[in-house]
């Protein structure tokens, strides 16, 4: 990711090692330009996409979730492509939880606080969409 800390990458990482041991998944890291995280493998068969991002807030925080829209086009396209679901699976402070890319969601433009760009188009997903995993 263009704007990942070291923090960040470590916090995903582990995220998503337990996340492949819970499920017995392989998890392959994917290469930017698919901009997901990996592809999860149970042998040599592909099994599904994923997306991690671990906020530094409780669930209950925001009534939602929001991922930058490039994403789940990405992700749309990737599962047309390849017939694999994608998961965007988010670690809060108290809770993980994922949900499926093409659950619904509302479209919306928002700015980072932390960084001086323009407007960017986000897709909203709202908390109690989420499911949650049991991985700690």
């Avoid at 996340?19 to 149970?42: H, R, T, W």
């Avoid at 960017?120 to 997903?125: H, I, P, T």
């Avoid at 989420?130 to 700690?136: A, D, E």
């Amino acid at each position: 990711m263009l704007y990942e800390t070291e923090e960040n990458k470590t916090a995903e990482d582990k995220l998503r090692t337990a996340l492949g041991d819970a499920y017995g998944y392989n998890m392959v890291a994917l290469p930017i330009k698919y901009s997901l995280d990996c592809l999860a493998f149970k042998g040599k068969d592909a099994k599904c996409f994923f997306e991690f991002k671990c906020r530094t807030v409780a669930s209950t925080e925001y009534d939602t979730a929001l991922v930058n829209l490039h994403k789940v086009i990405a992700a749309a396209n990737i599962t047309k492509a390849t017939g694999l679901k994608c998961w965007l699976v988010v670690q809060w402070t108290d809770m993980v939880g994922f949900i499926d890319f093409e659950a619904d969601k509302q479209i919306g433009m928002s700015k980072r606080r932390d960084r001086n760009e323009a407007a960017d188009l986000f897709a909203y997903y709202p908390v109690s969409g989420f499911k949650t995993l049991s991985l700690y």
